[in-house]
């Protein structure tokens, strides 16, 4: 079967995020399926970007297909990423015919962020005779609505409302990221049988070939378990709605208590961060670079508890499928969810504790109940979560239901 997996944000190992097509892609050709993807050249999400030489660039990356469209590069949210959103979507539908023709594919996976690559994806998938399939992991324009104070009658928010009806309407079938949007999805036209659920997952055997954590970084672990410190651990973006301010207030607070916090990752925030604990004498806080993947497992495994936090926002009553929250399972650790959602993962996954986010008082009560548990107490909430992500999100398993799906069609 050839399969085309479209998304402008799409990236690999190599590039960097986002993965979720790759992985995909990669479990797919594994099962001797033909994969194209099909992505902007540049891309905000990645490390690196890829190197084009014309409008259309081929390449082929542990065996799938990536054609690159050009795209101009863009900072920030402004101007310049509504410029690349909507030449790259000409761009694709323009040359829609002629990835047809030269790829002939048997079905068409539109993921781009917005609901406008389905145009040109759905124009693939009609001249190749394909299906047509639509994977939503953000909804627009509700989000830049919700998020961003546009007004509906906007007329950029009017385009993207059509643009998502359409897509709703004349999709095959769509896979959503988002557990509990399916209702939401039925009154924007989509047929209360067209709905799917498969989420972000994990690649299991990346944590049997992780790699040691340099000697710098060794040494603090050392250093703080020697002291008895419980250690709060953190690995991610550092932007504004991971509310990273709230888990350091909480964690100063808990000084007498010989807890500390380490943040991993680098982000938009990091350095206000920084200053922030010099600022106000915080010597309990300590910040990592942000780490290659293959470390990620090893800076993991130190930790006592890990922490995922988002500020209140009214669109994850729709759910959340964080890669993050899969990695933390997979180390076995307890986790402390300060998100509110549609769904509760630590709660499905009997792997932690919830408290109210941006509630230092709640997350200060749920660390101190974790580190008042026996070790073994702790350990059985980390194999907890850990038997639910191999059994619900490790991608073989998410492969051979989306492989199922495609096939039912």
């Not at 990669?26 to 902007?40: I, L, S």
């Not at 800076?299 to 922490?307: A, I, P």
């Not at 070790?375 to 239901?401: D, I, P, S």
Request: charged share 25%.
């Amino acid at each position: 079967m050839k399969i085309l997996y479209e998304s402008d944000l799409a990236g690999s190992k190599y590039h960097g995020m986002a993965y979720r097509i790759y992985q995909f892609s990669k479990e797919f050709t594994d099962r001797e399926h033909e994969v194209m993807v099909v992505a902007a050249s540049y891309s905000h999400t990645r490390r690196i970007n890829p190197n084009v030489t014309g409008r259309l660039t081929n390449e082929n990356i542990d065996g799938i297909q990536y054609k690159w469209i050009k795209t101009p590069k863009y900072s920030g949210n402004g101007v310049g990423r509504v410029l690349h959103m909507f030449l790259y979507n000409f761009y694709l539908w323009f040359y829609a015919k002629k990835i047809a023709r030269e790829f002939k594919p048997d079905v068409v996976i539109a993921s781009g962020v917005t609901p406008l690559d389905f145009i040109g994806c759905r124009k693939i998938a009609k001249k190749a005779g394909a299906k047509i399939f639509l994977e939503v992991g953000d909804l627009w324009p509700l989000s830049p609505i919700e998020l961003g104070g546009y007004s509906p009658r906007h007329p950029f928010i009017k385009i993207m409302q059509w643009a998502e009806n359409y897509s709703y309407r004349h999709t095959d079938n769509v896979i959503s990221l988002l557990p509990c949007v399916k209702k939401y999805m039925m009154e924007h036209g989509l047929d209360s049988d067209k709905f799917n659920y498969i989420p972000n997952g994990i690649i299991t055997s990346e944590w049997d070939a992780s790699k040691e954590l340099s000697e710098k970084i060794q040494g603090v672990f050392k250093k703080l378990k020697k002291e008895n410190k419980f250690i709060i651990g953190y690995a991610g973006a550092h932007g504004q709605a991971n509310d990273l301010n709230t888990i350091i207030d909480v964690v100063a607070g808990l000084k007498s208590q010989d807890v500390v916090l380490i943040l991993i990752g680098t982000g938009q925030e990091k350095e206000k961060l920084v200053s922030y604990t010099l600022k106000h004498g915080i010597d309990n806080v300590y910040f990592f670079p942000a780490q290659e993947k293959e470390l990620i497992p090893a800076c993991l495994k130190q930790m006592d508890v890990l922490y995922i936090g988002l500020q209140k926002q009214p669109l994850f009553r729709f759910g959340i499928s964080p890669n993050k929250m899969f990695d933390y399972m997979m180390a076995s650790k307890p986790i402390i969810q300060a998100i509110d959602a549609g769904n509760n993962l630590v709660q499905e996954a009997n792997c932690g504790l919830y408290a109210e986010p941006e509630n230092v008082e709640a997350i200060a009560q749920a660390i101190l109940k974790l580190k008042m548990m026996s070790t073994q107490e702790r350990e059985e909430l980390g194999r907890n979560g850990h038997e639910y992500v191999l059994q619900n999100h490790a991608y073989n398993k998410l492969t051979e239901r989306y492989l199922d799906l495609i096939k039912q069609v």
